[in-house]
């Protein structure tokens, strides 16, 4: 009878054929391995990019998908809730949604030199906008979401936990990726 030892790495050999109990052992090191986690949000927010030579110099919006990837080793602590993680997916999109999806959710992203929109958006009570320092590119909204998040995401656990990358789609074909260059 074949044992489902097979697939826990360097575990024991199966058990010789009608033998009773078999004891599994996982060979796992003092130290956990760095992992890599990923949480995906998504978002709508409108935008326009003024010097653009197309159709992106009109207003509109998007179905924006941000993927937020961390580093770090796998929490070896007994008895937290965490055992066994880098982060709990939880805690990774409730940050990420108090630091950048509540804000950019349903809300028009300008440009802080597109002052024709800036104005008309000002004559507008109550109007979400959030006003950048460079053009809402998919690029710059991936670098801004990353330098954000950056410091929100702390070592709470000694795991070495870090940002590694944050992707921003802007629609399912287009997006980009901001990586930590340290």
Not at 138 to 143: D, N
Request: proline share 4%; hydrophobic share 40%.
């Amino acid at each position: 009878m074949a044992s489902r030892s097979e697939w826990i790495g360097n575990a024991t050999r199966p058990a010789a054929r009608g033998g009773g109990i078999q004891v599994i052992i996982c060979a796992c090191s003092q130290h956990a391995p760095i992992m890599q986690i990923t949480r995906r949000l998504e978002f709508d927010a409108g935008h326009r990019i003024p010097s653009h030579s197309s159709q992106c110099r009109h207003l509109h919006g998007h179905r924006y998908a941000i993927e937020i990837t961390l580093s770090g080793d796998i929490i070896t602590t007994e008895g937290l809730s965490e055992h066994g993680m880098v982060m709990d997916y939880s805690e990774v999109k409730r940050i990420a949604n108090e630091v950048v999806v509540e804000v950019w959710d349903h809300a028009f992203l300008v440009y802080r030199g597109d002052c024709a929109v800036l104005d008309f958006l000002e004559t507008m009570p109550g109007h979400k906008t959030v006003v950048l320092d460079v053009p809402p590119t998919a690029e710059h909204l991936a670098m801004i979401a990353f330098n954000l998040l950056n410091s929100a995401y702390r070592d709470t656990y000694g795991n070495h936990l870090q940002l590694e990358r944050v992707r921003l789609y802007e629609t399912p074909n287009n997006w980009a990726d901001h990586l930590r260059t340290e």
